[in-house]
C-alpha cells in the first residue's frame, strides 16, 4: 500500500532552520509530483515547494524563496524540506504530498492523490 510517512518539525526558534522529511513507500514515486503544502490556523492549505521531475528545477512560494530547500530521491523514496531562517509566519501544520505528474499545472492540493499524516512547525521566540 502506498503512504507517505513524515518525520521532523516541532518547535523551533526565530531564525532558526527547519527539517522535514517524507519517506514515500508502496508506490512508482518517479512518476508523481511531489510537494510540501502547509496550513496555518484560520488559514487554507498552501504550497510551499514542489518538485515535478527529477531534471526540472523545484518550485518555491515568495514566502520561502531564497530560504527553502526542496529535495527528492526517487531511489531512495524520500522527499525532503528545509527552510531556514525561520519566522513566525511559517508556523503551520506541514503535509508532503503525491500527485500523478501530468505537468506543473496540476501540482496542488486538488491533484494529490496521497498525503502524509501532517506535521506541525511552531515557531517561537
Known amino acids: 500500500q502506498a503512504q507517505l510517512v513524515q518525520s521532523g518539525g516541532g518547535l523551533v526558534q526565530v531564525g532558526g532552520t527547519m527539517n522535514l522529511s517524507c519517506v514515500a513507500s508502496g508506490g512508482g514515486w518517479s512518476s508523481y509530483w511531489m510537494a510540501w503544502f502547509r496550513q496555518a490556523p484560520g488559514k487554507d492549505r498552501e504550497i510551499v515547494a514542489s518538485?515535478?521531475?527529477?531534471?526540472?528545477?523545484?518550485y518555491y512560494d515568495e514566502s520561502v524563496k531564497g530560504r527553502c530547500t526542496i529535495s527528492r530521491d526517487n531511489a531512495a523514496g524520500t522527499l525532503d524540506l528545509q527552510i531556514t531562517n525561520l519566522k513566525h509566519e511559517d508556523t503551520a501544520v506541514y503535509y508532503c504530498?503525491?500527485?500523478?505528474?501530468?505537468?506543473?499545472?496540476?501540482?496542488?492540493?486538488?491533484?494529490?492523490?496521497?498525503w502524509g499524516q501532517g506535521t506541525q512547525v511552531t515557531v517561537s521566540e
Open positions: 518538485v515535478v521531475r527529477i531534471q526540472s528545477p523545484p
Open positions: 504530498a503525491a500527485g500523478w505528474d501530468y505537468g506543473r499545472q496540476y501540482v496542488s492540493a486538488q491533484f494529490a492523490s496521497y
